[in-house]
């Protein structure tokens, strides 16, 4: 055979040898955790391109590989890399942790009067000086809430700047844009602005300016603002139309952190909590603390599910969400005279005028194979537009209206099996409510019963809500999943149905493709209470700007107005402390201050490995006297115990409270728990002879052996006759770590017919429509 046969005849068997030999794995993004930043020391980037040479083997690699460097506040860099080099960067000297870069979702006026704090209460001079850091979707410059006219310059502390393609004011002080992926969807802008309008509807809640006349097409209508109108905003836009990336959100935080921010509020999280230091929101805000600044963030929107309560961290104060004493309704009218109330924030007027009605079930596009079946739904190209146009439907389901409205009909009445007392309200691109499925049933024998049938659907009203505040259904719930000694959420704030400042280029309602424009918005989330918990941050910090962010957190957790637990059969695992009240929080009396050893030492005890928390600390003494064991001795401003089914009630804390009130005062505490339950404060009497002085106490709590106990709670309160000083004690059984998930459980699910929602839309993007994106 020839030399030339011979070759043809190896050729497949040379090709199969190169592609066994190349590196045919992707590389993708990884985060490297490297802990404390050595002092004095400015050649981190280089040292982090050195170990990628190392372990890529060529410098060209290395700077190929490498994304972001964080080197200002912290010790990491983000870089591409496949499984087998990310496991050997994670064996070298001084790597903490290695984590695969995913996508964290957004956990997305009178609101602050219903917290009490009042216009007249807001405006000191300090408060100017205060700079509230918002991690999220970028912010409307142009936007009246953030109109820098009367501003001076920033603080002499700041040392921000601006991103590409933006502008900075003396109210918007910096803005930073970062993506790692180095993807732009459709609607996404390359620069700090926001047009996806989250992060300015968080921006303006927090700290943006008062403005008159503020409404949703007429809807709400009055003075809009945040906590402390007169702060100034830093921005780091980490979030897109397609998520928001891990290694973008810890290199925000570490230049937020170098920048001089005072508070940093993060409206976003994963589905569910991560360990500490895998986790960019833990590790980000545990630098955070280190450096004086507080972190709050948003519980995420995974409830009424328990242990589903994410950002669990103890150093950063985690938020649930409530309502306030507003809510709106839709009212609908049928041809018989029938009126129906149903929820939804509608602000399409029909005068009054009525439109022929029918059932989405008897208007399928056959062109296209759909039916009854679907058509039902009302999903989008399900319908016939023949049968639809100049019509106002009936569906069963709730979705965002685009299906009726592609069709040419006129409006929506919608009632779903899954959603049967809806306690928050969507926007929608045409005339819509939300009724129960018992008056679904009225419309529907309505259509049935008569030859024409006609309905007309009114403007929403804003009706007064006794029931406020209660904690809405999509508010993540505890315990706490990583540590359940550490009682989660913290707090509640107002996070439905909030109206405040949006990007005129983003979708005003729940429907994406909606082409309207306005300046303000009305959206809920755990998105919207995070920036009501940083502005009141941000309140307290004004006027002690030298309290550490544990004293802050202790002052907004011990004054929170306290909720009806018959309201919240969840109880503290709902609302944490309760719902805060910022003007009381300015003067707690008492405070339960944490410092970074402190926290070392809760790592420490949970187990933490002693080489890592070194790293982290850049401390050599780390751990070198801890005992591995409960987290009791954290100086937490509450109480959780778990118990294992069978085991007897038993749990002795450790408290330290320091005087930040009057002098001379004397504290005395009492006790509210159920009668099972015993509790004993050693010494229940704590007199105080100086500002700053500090006393310790001892909570002991015994009761029978309990199985199968859901949370049972009361509280421990120190008074002096002008301050009260309260801290939730929450009992109950729970193994650690153990989840509770019915969606990823399949022994509790129906075939089902997925239903997609296509990118943009706020409420697709935040998880407060995840569990509605299925059908029976």
């Known amino acids: 055979m020839s030399k030339g046969g011979v070759l043809f005849l190896l050729y ?20 490297v955790y490297m802990g404390n930043k050595p002092e004095g020391d400015a050649s981190l980037a280089s040292a982090h391109h050195s ?17 972001h460097s964080y080197g200002r506040s912290f010790n990491g860099f983000a870089a591409k890399l496949t499984k087998e080099e990310a496991t050997r960067i994670s064996d070298m000297q001084g790597v903490v942790s290695v984590i695969p870069n995913r996508q964290y979702k957004l956990h997305t006026t009178r609101s602050w009067n219903f917290l009490n704090l009042t216009v007249n209460k807001v405006g000191a001079p300090q408060e100017s000086n205060v700079i509230i850091g918002l991690l999220d979707t970028g912010i409307w410059p142009e936007h009246p809430s953030f109109n820098d006219t009367g501003y001076g310059p920033p603080p002499a502390k700041w040392k921000g700047t601006c991103g590409a393609n933006f502008t900075c004011t003396n109210k918007i002080i910096g803005a930073r844009y970062y993506n790692s992926d180095g993807e732009y969807y459709e609607t996404d802008i390359p620069s700090p602005r926001d047009s996806e309008g989250h992060g300015t509807h968080t921006s303006s809640t927090a700290g943006g300016n008062e403005v008159s006349d503020a409404s949703y097409y007429g809807l709400a209508e009055g003075l809009a603002r945040g906590g402390v109108p007169s702060a100034r905003i830093a921005v780091y836009k980490v979030c897109w139309s397609f998520g928001c990336g891990l ?25 569910e909590p991560d360990d500490y230091f895998d986790d960019p929101i833990a590790i980000g805000s545990f630098h955070a603390m280190r450096n004086g600044i507080l972190t709050s963030n948003s519980a995420g929107n995974s409830g009424p599910f328990p242990v589903s309560a994410s950002n669990v961290a103890p150093w950063s104060l985690t938020v649930a969400a409530s309502t ?12 018989n005279g029938l009126i129906l109330t149903g929820i939804s924030i509608n602000n399409f007027d029909l005068n009054g005028t009525s439109y022929p009605l029918i059932w989405g079930g008897s208007a399928p596009n056959y062109t296209i194979g759909s039916s009854s079946d679907y058509s039902k739904y009302c999903l989008p190209g399900a319908m016939s537009t023949d049968v639809v146009a100049g019509k106002i439907v009936f569906c069963e389901a709730l979705y965002d209206g685009s299906g009726i409205l592609l069709a040419n009909g006129i409006g929506t009445i919608m009632a779903d ?42 403007v929403s009203d804003a009706w007064e809500d006794a029931m406020a505040p209660i904690v809405v259904s999509f508010s ?11 009682l989660k959420p913290d707090i509640t704030a107002p996070g439905v149905d909030i109206l405040a400042a949006w990007s005129p280029i983003a979708p005003p309602s729940i429907y994406y493709d909606d082409k309207r424009s306005t300046l303000f918005n009305i959206i ?21 700007p030298n309290w550490s962010p544990a004293a802050i957190k202790s002052a907004l957790m011990t004054t929170a107005h306290v909720m009806d637990p018959r309201k919240q059969p969840d109880l503290e695992f709902a609302y944490g402390s309760g719902q805060i009240n910022p003007v009381a929080a300015r003067d707690p009396g008492l405070i339960f201050d944490i410092s970074e050893s402190d926290y070392i030492n809760f790592l420490c005890k949970q187990g933490y490995n002693t080489s890592t928390l070194r790293l982290v600390t850049g401390d050599n003494s780390t751990c070198t006297s801890t005992t591995p064991g409960r987290a009791w001795d954290l100086n937490y401003p509450s109480f959780s115990l778990y118990v294992l089914d069978g085991q007897k009630i038993s749990g002795t804390f450790t408290r330290t409270v320091t005087n930040v009130g009057a002098a001379n005062s004397t504290y005395t505490a009492s006790v509210f728990m159920p009668t099972t339950i015993g509790v004993t404060v050693e010494p229940s009497v704590l007199t105080f002879s100086s500002a700053g002085q500090t006393i310790s106490f001892t909570v002991k709590v015994d009761g029978p052996a309990i199985s199968q ?50 990118s943009s839309s706020i409420y697709h993007e935040n998880g407060i429509m995840r569990h509605l994106k299925t059908r029976p």
């Open 247 to 271: 290694a973008d959100i810890l290199k925000a935080f570490d230049d937020a952190i170098a920048d001089g921010v005072d508070i940093i509020s993060v409206s976003l999280g994963g589905d």
């Open 709 to 758: 106990q859901p949370i049972m709670s009361g509280a421990i309160t120190w008074t002096d006759g002008n301050h009260v000083v309260r801290t939730p004690l929450a009992v109950y059984n729970y193994i650690p770590g153990a989840p509770y998930n019915l969606e990823s459980d399949t022994s509790y699910t129906t075939p089902a017919k997925k239903t997609v929602f296509k």
């Open 12 to 31: 497949p068997l040379l090709l199969l040898a190169l592609v066994l030999n190349c590196q045919c794995e992707e590389r993708k993004l990884h985060i």
């Open 417 to 458: 099996v899954l959603v049967v007392d809806p306690d928050f309200a969507f926007t929608f691109p045409l005339p819509a409510t939300l009724i129960s499925p018992e008056d679904g049933h009225k419309v529907l024998d309505y259509i049935r019963s008569t030859d024409y049938p006609t309905a007309t659907i009114f």
């Open 524 to 544: 809920s989330g755990t998105s919207m209470s995070c920036p009501r918990a940083s502005g009141a941050a941000a309140y307290v910090k004004a006027v002690h």
């Open 324 to 335: 306030i004493d507003r809510k709106f309704v839709a009212r609908l009218q049928l041809g």
């Open 51 to 67: 170990m990628l040479h190392k372990v890529l083997g060529s410098p060209s690699s290395a700077k190929e590989s490498l994304v």
């Open 476 to 486: 993540s719930r505890g315990p706490n999943a990583i540590t359940p000694d550490i």
